[in-house]
């Protein structure tokens, strides 16, 4: 008596592959990507707090010079500590290389004006004329409160 072998599917059954599980693996492999390359981003200016605003737009930075001022009044370089002479040295050897650099001014809400205003001087007096106060927008909620 010969023994019978058989498969236990149906007959009728193709093998199927499932995409569905392979396009979940794929978006979590993007979301992954997106927040450690967001993670990633070179910031050149020190960590101020920095005062909101209503009208605040946000802008992609290039080619530019980032000059913070900390709530004690300090100036910093692209996150080197300098004095106004030395500051004025590096932003006049910019200018030089440069004739379209631009300026972000980060200044601390705690700042005095007067700091800020310094380093706004010193800036102004290297000849650049591109320079900006750099600000975050209001949240919404603070908005659309009466």
């Known amino acids: 008596m010969p023994v019978k072998l058989g498969s236990k599917l149906p007959a009728e059954s193709d093998a199927r ?14 979301a992954a990507f997106m927040l450690v390359s967001l993670s990633m981003v070179n910031l050149k200016s020190l960590k101020v707090n920095l005062p909101t605003a209503v009208t605040a737009t946000l802008e992609i930075k290039g080619d530019f010079v980032s000059i913070s001022v900390d709530k004690s009044g300090r100036a910093y370089f692209d996150k080197q500590l300098v004095g106004l002479n030395e500051l004025t040295q590096r932003l006049t050897a910019w200018h030089r290389t440069n004739e379209n650099v631009r300026v972000f001014i980060s200044g601390d809400a705690d700042a005095r004006h007067g ?12 000849g650049i004329q591109k320079v900006a106060f750099e600000i975050r927008p209001l949240p919404e909620s603070a908005i659309s409160a009466p």
């Open 17 to 30: 592959i499932e995409i569905i599980p392979l396009i979940d693996i794929m978006f979590f492999l993007l």
């Open 115 to 126: 700091d800020i205003i310094r380093v706004l001087d010193a800036v102004r007096s290297t």
